[in-house]
């Protein structure tokens, strides 16, 4: 089917190149310009893994049967220990989501004043900072590796700052080495935004015992998920029990509060989904593999698009698929997010725009003012790639012939495009009067 599908296209994808010349004419059998889609339903970025539905609902019988579904239920307690020892830390406090990891761990820090954290990142973590009354310092990348740049970082602290929170874009470790360095240097705390990085390493060593503390998001979106959820794992036995009573009100006993606290806590149902997908995790990063190398192999011919490596030294969970369009493209990356959208190819850009350019962020002097090449680069160019359950490696090939069809017609199909949308405008105008 998808075969057909994409002969029917064959024109505009030529991988030896040479049969392009009558593309201009047939640029209607795309998507965008009245074609039928090359997929008949959508492909995400990373639908959801499920692991074995028949498992899931052993762990919920039980759940089911001791009517235990919340408050560090014997579930919560079992993905707790299997986490520690899969992530090789010892310590790991399961909660209900990695927003509320990241704002108790840094109330437990006792962190105030300025923190450092790099633009190019989710902005829960900016939003959590202000939450907490904390002033976010926004850091550019560095343009290879997309994670914070440890010399940007160096020259941004300050007497007031108190904390630097780098983040393991798409799951390849920042430098974590340089960063530590400054923040021992500094005498201030290191907390690493591992959301993107289950059972991913550093130099051999699983992401989850660096820094002060490390933060996860297990939200369903994530390589390793619980629907919702997130933890903090740590080496600080004294951080994680705060932290345990934290997530509970800080309800050291019946009518006993020793702080203040919040409901943070992972239900037992979250909790099943978890040890299901912690079950089935090896055979997921196997089959995530499998497309990222179908993608590495199916791109190496075609031109203006880089694809983000895994260090194949490293542990990595495949999971985001993450490129990038250089000028030689030809076309923009909106341009080709449309072009992939019509497509059933729903391609994303990331972390876009970047935190000190989206409100309320950009007001600040550390905002939109901040002078952030890289950031800018990066958000303006880079397109995440459908992977994930619902994309096998054969759907990577034929995202990829797509995107070699696109670069070989780039100028015939921005010139249609831009054709076509003044022709739309133009008509939007008439009926208008
Ligand atoms: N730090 C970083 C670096 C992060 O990426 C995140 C979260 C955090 C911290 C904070 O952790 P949490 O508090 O979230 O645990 C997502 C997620 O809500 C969020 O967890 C995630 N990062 C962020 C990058 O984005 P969307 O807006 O991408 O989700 P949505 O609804 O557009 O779904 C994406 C695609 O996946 C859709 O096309 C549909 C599909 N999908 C989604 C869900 C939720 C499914 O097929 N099934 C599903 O259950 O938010």
């Known amino acids: 089917m998808l075969d057909k599908q994409i002969a029917s296209k064959k024109f505009l994808v030529s991988p030896d ?22 997929f008949d339903k959508p492909l995400h970025v990373n639908k959801p893994w499920a692991g074995e539905r028949r498992k899931f609902d052993r762990y919920l019988d039980a759940a089911w049967e001791t009517r235990r579904f919340a408050n560090d239920g014997p579930l919560a307690l079992e993905l707790e220990r299997r986490l520690e020892d899969r992530l090789g830390v010892a310590n790991c406090v399961l909660m209900s989501n ?45 343009r290879d590796s997309w994670n914070m740049s ?17 983040t393991h874009a798409f799951g390849r470790a920042c430098e974590v080495e340089s960063i530590q360095a400054i923040a021992e240097r500094a005498g201030i705390a290191l907390v690493m935004d591992a959301a993107h990085a289950f059972d991913c390493s550093s130099n051999g060593q699983k992401i989850g015992a660096f820094g002060d503390a490390e933060v996860f998001s297990f939200h369903a979106t994530k390589a390793f998920h619980t629907g919702e959820g997130g933890a903090v794992t740590c080496q600080d036995a004294g951080l994680a029990e705060r932290l345990r009573l934290a997530r509970n009100f800080g309800f050291i006993g019946h009518g006993r509060v020793n702080g203040v606290g919040t409901n943070a806590k992972m239900s037992e149902l979250s909790a099943a989904m978890g040890l299901t997908n912690l079950d089935g995790f090896d055979a997921s990063v196997e089959k995530n593999k499998a497309v990222y190398q179908a993608y590495v192999e199916a791109l190496a011919g075609v031109p203006g698009i880089s694809l983000m490596p895994f260090d194949e030294n490293e542990t990595n969970n495949y999971w985001y698929i993450a490129a990038q369009l250089l000028p030689e493209f030809g076309i923009s990356r909106d341009l080709v997010m449309k072009i992939l959208h019509a497509e059933n190819v729903l391609a994303r850009r990331y972390f876009f725009p970047g935190c000190h350019d989206m409100q309320p962020y950009c007001g600040m002097p550390a905002g939109t003012e901040a002078h952030l090449p890289n950031t800018e680069a990066i958000t303006d160019t880079c397109l995440i790639l459908p992977g994930g359950s619902e994309v096998d490696p054969q759907d990577a090939r034929s995202i990829c012939a797509l995107l070699a069809g696109i670069v070989d017609n780039a100028a015939a199909l921005a010139e249609h495009l831009r054709w076509s949308a003044d022709q739309q405008a133009g008509s939007e105008r008439s009926g208008s009067f």
């Not at 954290?117 to 902005?123: A, G, N």
């Not at 907490?132 to 550019?140: A, K, S, T």
Request: charged letters at 15%.
């Open 150 to 166: 440890a010399a940007h970082c160096a020259e941004l602290i300050t007497d007031k700052t108190a904390a630097i929170i780098p």
């Open 98 to 142: 990695g927003t509320a990891a990241m704002a108790l761990l840094l109330h437990e820090l006792g962190i105030s004043g300025e923190v450092i954290l790099p633009s190019f990142t989710f902005v829960s973590t900016a939003h959590t900072l202000m939450m907490q009354g904390l002033q976010p310092v926004f850091c550019d990348v560095d």
């Open 17 to 38: 190149r040479s049969m392009t010349s009558d593309a201009r004419n047939d640029l209607e059998n795309y998507a965008i310009l009245g074609g039928s889609p090359m």
